[in-house]
């Protein structure tokens, strides 16, 4: 049907579909982000491996003599460098919630609903992760390593509980919004779609009109 057939009905279904065709753009925008918060989990869980290693490195110097003991804190300081560089290859699309960068995320179609994702910095640094102090050559420069060490796994866990949460809300959203994409198209075609009895009695009328009119005009002939 047309806006000629049904006026108000044609202009509503319009409307749903325009509001269907503005959700279907934040439900791929909420792809995206839900991309972005699995690319900054999975470099968590990579950080969070290079971690562990230092602290094995740690563990083994607590038992070395002062040489292996200097060989393992180059080793440990090396270790800083690729968690530096793990943060910063954890973005997705300009979005690095590794590198303190914020992400928002709009649900509806005008943005008054939506969730700010909020970052943090896991380098060495912002994780408070220093260089080996004095080539580890005492138990205390050890011993204050491993509890720095210490201290980072339970930031990168913190945050990791906190982007599973947001990555639980972006996902229900996103389902919702294609069940609410998938209802205005089909409230939309329900209004609009021509009844396909009502259209069969007008064919079949229209085409008994025209049988009759060609016997009456052979008739006449």
Not at 148 to 155: F, I, K, V, W
């Amino acid at each position: 049907n047309s806006a000629v057939d049904d006026p108000a009905a044609y202009f509503a279904a319009q409307s749903h579909r325009g509001r269907a065709n503005d959700l279907a753009a934040r439900k791929d925008a909420m792809g995206e982000a839900i991309q972005a918060v699995k690319a900054a989990d999975a470099g968590i869980k990579a950080i969070t491996s290079l971690i562990e290693q230092a602290k094995g490195l740690a563990a083994s110097a607590r038992s070395a003599g002062t040489t292996d003991r200097a060989a393992l804190a180059t080793q440990f300081d090396d270790l800083r460098s690729q968690i530096d560089n793990m943060a910063t290859d954890s973005g997705y699309k300009g979005k690095n919630l590794l590198n303190s960068g914020t992400l928002t995320v709009e649900f509806n179609e005008d943005g008054s609903s939506k969730l700010d994702i909020v970052g943090f910095d896991s380098k060495s640094s912002g994780l408070g992760v220093s260089a080996a102090v004095g080539s580890w050559a005492t138990d205390a420069n050890i011993d204050s390593a491993v509890s720095n060490l210490e201290s980072a796994l339970g930031t990168l866990r913190a945050n990791a509980k906190t982007l599973a949460s947001h990555l639980g809300i972006v996902t229900a959203r996103q389902e919702f919004t294609s069940n609410m994409v998938n209802t205005l198209t089909q409230g939309a075609d329900n209004l609009t779609a021509a009844d396909t009895n009502e259209e069969g009695a007008n064919m079949l009328a229209l085409q008994t009109r025209q049988q009759l009119g060609i016997k009456i005009g052979r008739a006449h002939v």
